[in-house]
């Protein structure tokens, strides 16, 4: 039976969060207490270098939240990501889905946070094809990811943001390698930056 396909996890989040934001949130217009919230949103899009694609490189997307507080400068960080040939992964060395959970520094780097920069690192899942099946089933496997870059916000609430990252992760079954990366990877995008508002000073 062909693996089930479950539905994007950060896509579901933002999906359900839309109307809370077009009820609860204000964009960020660059000004706001010091008791908030800052929700960035990044879009991404990019790949890495590996040998055992035919052309040496594979193409992904990433769509990523990432949460703070006004006065601290940690985020938490959640995000969904792909790398792979076509809409569906079937080869070892392509990523189905992956779902990550980071860590990051973040340090304003302009007045109101309009540039920041930003890295850490965290933990996650991944789901890469099984050799011989053609994409029909899947293995899973604990990754460790480390990522740093910028975002700067050109017009109200919408950004540029660049993505370097650090990408490892290992599986084997006696002398069969099922997964293995250890890749650097590059992603390019747009984000967009919310201010919640929180009661008191």
């Not at 035919?54 to 400068?73: I, K, M, V, Y």
Request: negative net charge; hydrophobic residues 40%; aromatic residues 12%.
């Amino acid at each position: 039976m062909p693996a089930q396909r479950p539905i994007s996890m950060p896509i579901f989040i933002l999906c359900m969060l839309i109307p809370f934001f077009s009820q609860q949130l204000q964009a960020s217009e660059l000004e706001g207490g010091e008791n908030r919230l800052i929700l960035t949103v990044r879009m991404g899009q990019g790949g890495f270098q590996d040998e055992r694609a035919e052309d040496n490189q594979l193409g992904g997307g990433q769509l990523t939240f990432d949460l703070r507080h006004s006065a601290w400068p940690l985020a938490i960080s959640y995000g969904g990501e792909y790398y792979k040939k076509s809409p569906h992964a079937i080869y070892t060395y392509e990523i189905e889905t992956m779902n990550v959970l980071n860590l990051l520094y973040v340090y304003p780097f302009t007045k109101n946070d309009r540039g920041t920069l930003f890295a850490g690192g965290g933990l996650g899942r991944m789901e890469v094809p099984l050799d011989g099946t053609e994409g029909k089933e899947y293995e899973y496997d604990l990754l460790f990811d480390i990522e740093a870059g910028v975002n700067y916000i050109v017009w109200k609430s919408l950004g540029l943001c660049g993505v370097y990252k650090y990408l490892y992760a290992n599986k084997e079954e006696g002398d069969v390698v099922l997964i293995d990366f250890s890749e650097h990877i590059i992603l390019l995008g747009l984000s967009y930056t919310f201010n919640i508002n929180l009661p008191g000073k």
